[in-house]
C-alpha cells in the first residue's frame, strides 16, 4: 500500500492508522510534491507494485505549492502522472483519492444539499476547485481504462480539528470576522479524524464511486463566529478580489477567489451514500469540529461569554 501525500498532517495520521489494520501488511509514504513532474513516483510504483494507491497530494493552497502555478503543476500534471503509474502497475487493485467539494463551486441557486451527483450550477472555474474538477476527470478516464481496480474518490468538506491549518480556519478566528453584507452562508466541516477514518475504510475495502465526506449539521457564518468569541464586521463587497484583497492584507495569503465565494454563498454536502455504502458514521458534528480546532489553538473569545453553551 502506498500513500501519497504522506508529509501532511492528514497523510502522517492515514500512515499511522493504516499499518494497524489487520489486512495491511506493509504501508510505504510518499510527499505530495513527488507525485508531480518527478520520474520517482513513476519509479516508486513500477518497484513497489503496492495493491493500494492513496493518493493524498492535492495541495489547496498557493503558498505551500510554490505559487498557483506550481499548485497547478503539482494537482492536476501530477496527478495525470500518478495515473499514468498506476496505468502499468499489473498489481493494482484499489486507488484512492482525496478530493473536495470545491468540486461543487459555489452560487447563488446552489442547492441546500450537494449529492454526488447534483449538477453543478456555476462549475469553478479558477483556483482549488477547478484543480480537483480536472484532476476527478483524468480519475475517471482512468477507472475506465482499468475497470479490475476500485477507484473512490472522496469529496471532503473544510478540515478541522487539532493540527489542522487553512486559510478558512485562520480567517474565522480573526480577532473580528469580516462577512459580505446581506449574506450569512451555511457552512460545514469535517473532523480531521473522521476524515482519516472514511480513507482506511476506502483504502481497505473494494468501494468504488464518488463519495461525499463531512460531518453531521451545518451551520451560519454568523453562528460560527459567536460559538468562537469572534465579532463580524459586515462590508460592502464589490466583487470577491476586494474581498479578498481586505482578508488577505490581514495576513491570510491564500483566501483566494474560491475561499471568497465559500464564505459568501455556502456549501453543504450530503453524506448518505458513504453512509450507506461504507458504514461510515462522523464521531464529530460540525460544531464540535470547529469547538476541537478552538480548544487546540487554545482561541479566547474577543467577546467575553459569547462562547457559552457552546
Keep these: 500500500m502506498l500513500v501519497i501525500g504522506a508529509d501532511s498532517r492528514l497523510g502522517r495520521s492515514v500512515v499511522e492508522a493504516l499499518r494497524v489494520q489487520e489486512p495491511v501488511r506493509f504501508v510505504a509514504g510518499a510527499d505530495g510534491a513527488d507525485a508531480s513532474g518527478s520520474p520517482a513516483i513513476a519509479r516508486l510504483i513500477a518497484d513497489a507494485d503496492p495493491d493500494t494507491v492513496v493518493h493524498l497530494g492535492l495541495e489547496p493552497r498557493p503558498s505551500l505549492a510554490g505559487g498557483r502555478a506550481a ?40 442547492p441546500a444539499l450537494f449529492a454526488e451527483d447534483t449538477p453543478v450550477h456555476q462549475p469553478p472555474t479558477s483556483g482549488y476547485g477547478k484543480d480537483v474538477a480536472e484532476a476527478e476527470g483524468y480519475v475517471r478516464g482512468f477507472a475506465r481504462r482499468r475497470p479490475d481496480v476500485a477507484v473512490s474518490v472522496l469529496r471532503f468538506a473544510p478540515f478541522a480539528g487539532p493540527g489542522v491549518a487553512s486559510p478558512l480556519l485562520d480567517y474565522l478566528t480573526m480577532p473580528v470576522v469580516p462577512t459580505v453584507l446581506g449574506y450569512d452562508p451555511r457552512l460545514q466541516f469535517v473532523h480531521i479524524d473522521d476524515a482519516v477514518r472514511a480513507l482506511v475504510l476506502a483504502a481497505v475495502g473494494a468501494h468504488p464511486g464518488t463519495y461525499n465526506v463531512a460531518g453531521d449539521g451545518a451551520m451560519l457564518l454568523s453562528q460560527i463566529a459567536r460559538r468562537l468569541g469572534r465579532p463580524t464586521l459586515p462590508v460592502v463587497s464589490f466583487g470577491s478580489g476586494f474581498f479578498g484583497a481586505l482578508i488577505r492584507r490581514a495576513g491570510i495569503a491564500d483566501f483566494t477567489p474560491d475561499q471568497v465565494a465559500l464564505v459568501r454563498y455556502g456549501r453543504v454536502l450530503d453524506t448518505a451514500r458513504l453512509k450507506a455504502r461504507l458504514g461510515w458514521e462522523p464521531e464529530h458534528t460540525t460544531a464540535e469540529a470547529l469547538r476541537a480546532h478552538a480548544e487546540a489553538i487554545g482561541l479566547k473569545p474577543v467577546v467575553p461569554g459569547w462562547t457559552k453553551g457552546y
Design 71 to 110: 499548485m497547478k503543476e503539482r494537482n492536476v500534471i501530477g496527478t495525470m502522472q500518478l495515473l499514468a503509474a498506476c496505468s502499468k502497475a499489473p498489481g493494482l487493485k484499489r486507488l484512492v483519492v482525496k478530493s473536495s467539494g470545491a468540486v461543487y463551486g459555489c452560487a447563488p441557486r446552489d
